[in-house]
């Protein structure tokens, strides 16, 4: 029998999160293993996931760690004020980057470039592997290893199997770890829109009863539009032609960037909550969706991913440091400790944020518009908001603060 291919870490799934933990492990020099179902290839601008994602200022400085933001910057558009409010009522929340300093708050990054320029700077680290077009079947803990089959027949062992394989992670099916899933019975329209009136780097949010709208502002003249509502309401806006989808969203957005224009193609994106019962088992850990999958409501998903990243690396980096074995549960067990409050806490919050906000009772919304003006008259809470936002908030691991593990 010829004999398996060894690594030192094996990471289930290429999306952002499994090529962002797997470049941060070979650079601290692990050999790694990426395998996903799909091709791994980079993609062209207009074909594959056509959103953008709002990158937090702490998940700058992991991109810059990786020396992958001098790149990325270069399409990244500056988010320097989020103006909150609610449809119909007068109360608003406005928050500026220069009360907390004069970083912005956080960029706006195209998910295509930011998938490419990880995968380019993959391609020219030596102790990365990418196996396209191979997915995982089962894998088995055994002492000092973990052994993962492939569905082409194949099998290898590593000291730690990395599960960054989405939402419906067949990782946490395999291994036993339950799930908490809500569906939203909710979808996202995301799209590109040109407008008449300029950003300013302003991200736009606007609560409706149906769900929440947001435009986030994009190089030149335009802004990507995240636009949640019920699934058949979803459905109708999508039969829409474009002439009067962007008037609909014009006036869903309160006519804030002024007359709109479709760039490009609409996709619709159904919204569900996961939150797995534990983030680890033997020889095993999750990251990103496959541990939680958020509402996109405060644009916070992938930026919880990035500190999961941060706190599984920053242990396994110490336990290599030290001479232990980075898959023993002791180097385990200090990940998940580190993630849990976290992560809950922010499952709780955006799943509490879209029941509040898509509450149609009087007293409800008597409750959030009042709070919405009152808050804003209250500095010290909401520069904490906006520090909690930027990712900025309690002891941060190395690559949240820009150094490598
Ligand atoms: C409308 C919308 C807007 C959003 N906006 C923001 C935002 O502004 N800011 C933000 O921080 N977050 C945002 N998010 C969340 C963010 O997009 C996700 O958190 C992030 O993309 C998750 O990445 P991931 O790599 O964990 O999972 P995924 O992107 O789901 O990647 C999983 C990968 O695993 C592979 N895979 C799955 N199963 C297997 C298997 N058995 N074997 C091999 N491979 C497998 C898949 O092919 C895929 O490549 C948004 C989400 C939505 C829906």
């Not at 937090?56 to 989020?82: Q, R, T």
Request: glycine share 8%.
């Amino acid at each position: 029998m010829s004999k398996k291919l060894s690594f030192d870490c094996i990471v289930i799934g290429g999306g952002l999160s499994g090529l962002t933990t797997s470049l941060v492990l070979s650079k601290i020099g692990l050999s790694v293993a990426i395998i996903d179902k799909t091709s791994l290839k980079m993609a062209k601008k207009n074909e594959g996931d056509q959103r953008t994602t709002a990158v937090s200022a702490s998940g700058k400085k992991v991109f810059e760690a990786l020396d992958v933001w001098d790149i990325l910057k270069k399409g990244a558009e500056p988010i320097l004020n989020i103006v909150v409010s609610e449809k119909g009522k007068n109360g608003h929340l406005n928050f500026d980057h220069q009360t907390v300093g004069t970083e912005p708050m956080g960029h706006i990054l195209n998910n295509i470039e930011l998938k490419n320029s990880l995968i380019s700077s993959i391609r020219s680290q030596k102790n990365i592997q990418l196996f396209p077009f191979k997915s995982l079947n089962n894998f088995f803990p055994e002492t000092g290893a973990v052994t993962i089959d492939l569905n082409d027949g194949s099998s290898y062992e590593a000291a730690l199997l990395v599960a960054a394989d989405g939402r419906n992670s067949d990782g946490r099916r395999i291994a036993k770890i339950k799930s908490t899933n809500i569906d939203y019975n909710q979808s996202s329209i995301v799209f590109t829109v040109g407008h008449e009136k300029p950003h300013r780097g302003t991200a736009y949010e606007q609560f409706t009863t149906g769900g929440p709208i947001a435009s986030l502002p994009m190089r030149g003249n335009k802004s990507s539009v995240v636009w949640s509502e019920d699934t058949e309401v979803v459905a109708s806006l999508m039969q829409l032609d474009d002439k009067d989808f962007a008037a609909a969203a014009s006036y869903r957005l309160n006519d804030c960037l002024g007359k709109m224009n479709i760039i490009g193609q609409r996709k619709v994106f159904p919204l569900k909550l996961n939150y797995a019962d534990t983030i680890i088992a033997n020889r095993f850990a999750m990251v990103g969706d496959a541990a939680h999958g958020l509402h996109p409501i405060a644009g916070q998903g992938f930026n919880l991913g990035l500190r999961d990243i941060a706190n599984l690396t920053e242990e396994i980096s110490n336990a290599r440091r030290l001479g232990l074995d980075i898959g023993s549960f002791e180097t385990l067990r200090s990940y998940q400790a580190a993630r849990r409050f976290d992560n809950f806490s922010l499952v709780a919050a955006t799943d509490g944020l879209n029941r509040l906000f898509t509450d149609n009772n009087k007293i409800v919304r008597f409750i959030r518009g009042s709070g919405l003006d009152a808050i804003n008259t209250m500095n010290p809470i909401k520069n904490l908001f906006m520090r909690l936002a930027m990712g900025e908030v309690g002891s941060l691991p190395h690559l949240l603060k820009g150094q490598l593990p």
